[in-house]
């Protein structure tokens, strides 16, 4: 069913684990990360992010995750991911959305803070749960990207965000050896505010066990989804030489995508909370 994170946060928070929160362009995907939350009783975010928006169209895109979640029998959230401008925060919350982020991290502090406290105060009218982002997470190897503890409570008070998406050595896209565990140690004495992880594709396992251990409770996953998805499609026919409907190789990339979505919900310790 089609619900929003508050119950979702306030549960793992208090189960120490991790909600996933699986990144869809389309029916495919969205069908992949469903059938894993489903098998596993797992709840699942599935986010939206503006490329996929360019991509699909936003009403049909949200229509697509609307209409599947309605017939599961796990909470889905439908949000929207790294939202730069208000009006597409508008326009998410008109259209049904369940969660929504405002990415002010390209603009200066104070601005970075004015607007996402517009965000936020839209999304509360709606009783709707709004995150923020501190520090940049990006693609860059910028440790002074990272968040800054000392700006933590200070922007917090400003923004109300309900959750907050902080930079602890994750970037989007890209592999790297370790996360600072200590950072994000320093922030989760700050506050109960739900922390939100980015850039988790190419974090090691081992890694992101330990900030869940140390109070991340959203993990966003992307590029595995993507990669998986173009992987499956470009060995088709080296492995199902025989398939020629389109509708059996997506059959093939949606299963492909669901165990990667399986083995992640796995690692985050979400699997049996739906
Ligand atoms: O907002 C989405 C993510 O942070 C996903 O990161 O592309 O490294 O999986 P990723
Ligand atoms: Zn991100």
Not at 52 to 68: H, P, R, S, T
Not at 140 to 162: A, G, I
Not at 229 to 242: L, M, P, Q, R, V
Not at 258 to 263: D, F, G, K, M, Y
């Amino acid at each position: 069913m089609l619900t929003t994170s508050k119950q979702l946060f306030e549960k793992a928070q208090k189960g120490h684990y991790a909600v996933g929160a699986f990144n869809t362009s389309d029916l495919e995907i969205t069908r992949a990360i469903i059938a894993a939350a489903v098998k596993l009783n797992a709840p699942a975010i599935i986010q939206i992010s503006e490329k996929a928006i360019a991509y699909a169209g936003l009403e049909n895109l949200a229509d697509i995750v609307k209409n599947e979640a309605k017939h599961a029998k796990v909470p889905i959230v439908l949000h929207l991911d790294h939202g730069r401008n208000l009006k597409l925060v508008h326009e998410c919350l008109e259209e049904g959305f369940t969660s929504v982020m405002f990415d002010g991290s390209n603009l200066t502090l104070p601005e970075n803070e004015i607007l996402t406290a517009k965000a936020v105060e839209m999304a509360h009218r709606k009783k709707i749960f709004c995150e923020g982002e501190l520090g940049t997470i990006g693609n860059s190897k910028n440790e002074s990207d990272f968040t800054d503890p000392s700006l933590v409570k200070d922007y917090l008070k400003k923004t109300k965000v309900d959750s907050l998406a902080v930079s602890i050595g994750s970037r989007h896209a890209t592999k790297i050896k370790a996360l600072n565990i200590d950072l994000l140690k320093k922030i989760r004495k700050l506050t109960n505010t739900p922390l939100v992880l980015h850039g988790a594709s190419g974090v090691p396992d081992e890694e992101v066990r330990k900030a869940v251990a140390a109070g991340i409770c959203k993990v966003n996953i992307d590029t595995d989804i993507r990669h998986t998805f173009s992987e499956t499609i470009h060995g088709i026919n080296k492995k199902y030489a025989d398939l020629s409907d389109p509708r059996d190789i997506m059959a093939k990339v949606m299963a492909d995508i669901q165990a990667v979505v399986e083995e992640k919900i796995k690692l985050f310790g979400s699997d049996g909370k739906g």
